[in-house]
């Protein structure tokens, strides 16, 4: 069968710093897929190296059986990734289904051209799909900044699915919320997981997270793959803590 998400040799040099240094893994259709490691370890580099962001030093990228290698991040929302960033992508002066919109107008490019985009009444059922997906209609009339910082966070993931997405990428979708919230969105996730079909990979440093949600678990370390499997055996490989101690 072929993989979802096919990641070869991937490699991404900044200057003397080999941040992903031959990385190699593929992402079968319905997987939730933890990535852990140590910061530094160049979890993000890796995404932004799979999503176009930076143009990888080597390697390649196969999206349903397509080389996508280098291709834009707009052309890669097109085709059926999605992403959230580390840091929040909501506006906070625009309401929750605003947001929505404003991300479907332009799947996954920079957040000031999603400001300045022009009104379009065509995406408003499509957000208020995502809206009763997401269960977030009590607060969709809202400023998005008027909500709490994890609620944000959900108004984020929910914008990355204006594009229908088959994947999507979450970078470190717990940092800062609280647990209430976490949990709240370990259901989210496996609901969109099972309902919608999305396949996911994860960034997250949160490790009862990745225990309760992941399918599967790559620890990074030092640009490269230093362990890879069930989450329980990952969590426990002696290198793997080596690597979080060493940190
Ligand atoms: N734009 C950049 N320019 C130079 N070095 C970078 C850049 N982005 C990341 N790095 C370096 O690459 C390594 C991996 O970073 P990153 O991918 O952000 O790690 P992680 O997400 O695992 O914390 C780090 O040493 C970091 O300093
Ligand atoms: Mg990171």
């Given at each position: 069968m072929t993989a979802l998400l096919d990641v070869q040799a991937m490699q991404k040099a900044y200057g003397a710093i080999r941040a992903v240094d031959g990385v190699s893994f593929s992402v079968a259709s319905g997987e939730i897929l933890g990535v852990i490691g140590p910061n530094g370890s160049g979890k993000t580099t890796l995404f932004n190296a799979i999503l176009g962001q930076v143009l990888p030093s080597a390697g390649s990228v196969a999206f349903e059986g397509h080389d996508v290698t280098g291709s834009k991040p707009l052309h890669l929302a097109r085709r059926g990734i999605g992403r959230t960033f580390q840091s929040l992508q909501v506006f906070g002066k625009l309401s929750v289904r605003d947001n929505l919109i404003a991300a479907g107008q332009e799947f996954g490019t920079g957040k000031f051209a999603r400001l300045f985009a022009a009104p379009e009444a065509g995406l408003g059922p499509r957000a208020e799909e995502i809206i009763a997906l997401f269960r977030i209609g009590h607060v969709a009339h809202l400023p998005a900044g008027s909500l709490s910082y994890g609620q944000q966070k959900l108004v984020d993931i929910a914008m990355a699915f204006m594009s229908r997405p088959r994947l999507v990428l979450l970078d470190e979708?717990?940092?800062?919320?609280?647990p209430a919230l976490i949990d709240q969105l370990t259901e989210l996730l496996r609901r969109l997981n099972r309902e919608a079909g999305t396949t996911f990979i994860v960034i997250e440093h949160n490790m009862d997270f990745v225990m309760n949600l992941c399918s599967r678990v790559i620890c990074m370390a030092q640009g490269r793959i230093l362990a890879e499997g069930p989450p329980a055996e990952v969590q426990a490989n002696r290198a793997v803590l080596e690597a979080y101690l060493g940190a």
């Amino acid at each position: 069968m072929t993989a979802l998400l096919d990641v070869q040799a991937m490699q991404k040099a900044y200057g003397a710093i080999r941040a992903v240094d031959g990385v190699s893994f593929s992402v079968a259709s319905g997987e939730i897929l933890g990535v852990i490691g140590p910061n530094g370890s160049g979890k993000t580099t890796l995404f932004n190296a799979i999503l176009g962001q930076v143009l990888p030093s080597a390697g390649s990228v196969a999206f349903e059986g397509h080389d996508v290698t280098g291709s834009k991040p707009l052309h890669l929302a097109r085709r059926g990734i999605g992403r959230t960033f580390q840091s929040l992508q909501v506006f906070g002066k625009l309401s929750v289904r605003d947001n929505l919109i404003a991300a479907g107008q332009e799947f996954g490019t920079g957040k000031f051209a999603r400001l300045f985009a022009a009104p379009e009444a065509g995406l408003g059922p499509r957000a208020e799909e995502i809206i009763a997906l997401f269960r977030i209609g009590h607060v969709a009339h809202l400023p998005a900044g008027s909500l709490s910082y994890g609620q944000q966070k959900l108004v984020d993931i929910a914008m990355a699915f204006m594009s229908r997405p088959r994947l999507v990428l979450l970078d470190e979708p717990c940092a800062g919320v609280n647990p209430a919230l976490i949990d709240q969105l370990t259901e989210l996730l496996r609901r969109l997981n099972r309902e919608a079909g999305t396949t996911f990979i994860v960034i997250e440093h949160n490790m009862d997270f990745v225990m309760n949600l992941c399918s599967r678990v790559i620890c990074m370390a030092q640009g490269r793959i230093l362990a890879e499997g069930p989450p329980a055996e990952v969590q426990a490989n002696r290198a793997v803590l080596e690597a979080y101690l060493g940190a």
